[in-house]
């Protein structure tokens, strides 16, 4: 009997680990529920989920007896994880084992965007290094002040890498933390104010949405970078877009983006950005522990065993 | 009555600096001098150096009265610093003003190289992740064994940085150092062996040329990525091109190369190399202090005060 449904698009090696332990049914988004037998729906009871699809109320009311939503990805904000409270079902994540990789791609865009990375790169390859002489000048990235938007885990592991190229680490938070002489700001507008780099580190979702207001860009400063590898959301696009089309900020380095992966065209024609096409944890290493933490939950919750990385 | 002659290609802001302090004689390259009229070759006491053309004995004896060669940059191994110090003259550098920016290129040039950021931002820009899809795995870095090929100012600080990466360090060096726990291997290959990374900071010249050798890179083997911000002639490139493109070594960041800014065309048709503009100091913010550097290194030299970097 058949109770777990995989939703989402896994890759071979996840497709397969999970076929081998769970045998579960597979569909291509929530909107594929509706149309599996109805006595395939009752039997589900645990849900394998990866996308940026809403999973909401209408399609957990489909599969009767569903206890468990385990997410692929720290990021949950496309479950509609109260309305799984409400219905009694548990949703689980895969935190940490991500941490680092995300964090390590924050550093680098903010290096790589400060530093001019890409077209320099572009001035090697076209040739232009030898037709045309040097690249030019960048900017000093080291020593200059960072805030972090949301000190989280991810939050917490981009702040103590950068403390390494000696910088002053400011953030915002809900709440003040226990940190190493860090800086609160307990508005996100005084947070930008005092810092060189803003570096977005928020949980996605509802409550966090345009969190980086066009007021905390304006604060930034036309001598700002920013960087966000949490999702597009956390940030007013439309403003950052205005900012970086009219120099309100010096640039910026963007993992994550409204309507993945149809991304707003203006971004294309910016000289001042790096972008990335959300691969903050697109590594061999981290997705395989990704995929195993998820099938862990899994199991643990067929089991009757404590989850592991429990959500609500 | 001119006594200082400055060699090499300024930018506007260090011409207008060295005209406005030391009104100096400007020569494009070392082969100039003997065309200077011999009156004025008599009068220069100090030489603003800047540049890769070799600047010897031959050139020094052009200008009898010479007592200081202001070099700027840290590494000033296109001087010939030991004729040089036969024929009493001093040599300065500009040391630890440029650090930081080398070692924050470092680091990215190993993140840039191992998360695939090129490629990966061309997935975007080419429109191929909306149209094709997520663009695949790369590799993660933070938590992998990090060897640094000489542990002076920028190797340390390199070191320091990648500390916060949650990386062991090992290192080799003419001799043990005092660290925080980091592993010393007395030769280059014992240490490609130990580490994933390989990250050469030696200084140029002679005495370290081919210093990464072909075995080096054989030990350093198929999953091994090798940064180099020091000069293209500490590594045997002949090895590193067939190394990178037989897949010997995994991939390279590199910002340095030999018979710059003409480079081996081999590199332009690797997938596997990040290459920058020799721009690892290129930093408005940098290149202000070392020209600041080397003109106070010049005024304390005319001024009879102690010199602020000697090198001899």
Redesign the interface.
């Known amino acids: 009997m058949t109770t777990v449904l995989a939703i989402g698009t896994y890759?071979e090696t996840d497709r397969a680990a999970l076929e081998r332990d769970l045998s579960p049914v597979f569909a291509n988004g929530p909107g594929d529920i509706a149309a599996l037998p109805g006595e395939q729906r009752q039997q589900i009871t645990a849900l394998a989920f990866t996308g940026h699809q809403r999973l909401g109320s209408a399609e957990m009311g489909l599969l009767p007896n569903l206890g468990l939503i385990a997410n692929y990805g720290v990021g949950y904000d496309a479950i509609d994880v109260a309305a799984a409270s409400d219905r009694g079902i548990k949703v689980t994540n895969t935190p940490d084992v991500l941490t680092?990789?995300v964090?390590?791609?924050a550093?680098?865009l903010l290096?790589?965007q400060g530093?001019?990375?890409?077209p320099?790169?572009e001035?090697?390859?076209t040739?232009n290094?030898?037709a045309r002489?040097?690249?030019?000048?960048?900017?000093?990235?080291?020593?200059g002040r960072a805030g972090i938007v949301g000190l989280g885990r991810i939050g917490r592991a981009i702040a103590?890498?950068l403390?390494?190229?000696?910088m002053e680490i400011d953030y915002t938070s809900r709440r003040e933390k226990e940190t190493p002489g860090w800086t609160y700001h307990a508005d996100p507008v005084s947070l930008a104010r005092a810092v060189d780099y803003l570096i977005v580190a928020l949980v996605g979702g509802p409550e966090t949405e345009g969190h980086v207001s066009k007021e905390v860009l304006a604060a930034l400063g036309p001598r700002g970078i920013i960087v966000n590898i949490s999702r597009g959301s956390t940030i007013d696009e439309a403003a950052l877009l205005d900012a970086l089309e009219s120099g309100a900020i010096a640039g910026a380095g963007l993992d994550v983006f409204l309507n993945?992966?149809?991304?707003d065209p203006r971004?294309?024609k910016l000289s001042n950005v790096?972008?990335?096409?959300h691969?903050g944890s697109?590594?061999?290493?981290?997705?395989a522990a990704m995929g195993q933490l998820q099938r862990d939950n899994i199991s643990a919750f067929l089991n009757g065993d404590a989850l592991l990385t429990p959500v609500n």
Chains 1, 2 share one sequence.
């Open positions: 890759s680092d990789d964090a390590d791609l550093v680098a290096i790589a530093r001019q990375m890409l320099a790169a001035w090697v390859s040739g290094w030898a002489g040097s690249f030019g000048l960048a900017r000093k990235i080291s020593g103590n890498r403390a390494g190229f000696d993945e992966p149809n991304i971004f294309l790096v972008l990335q096409p691969q697109a590594t061999v290493e981290t997705r």
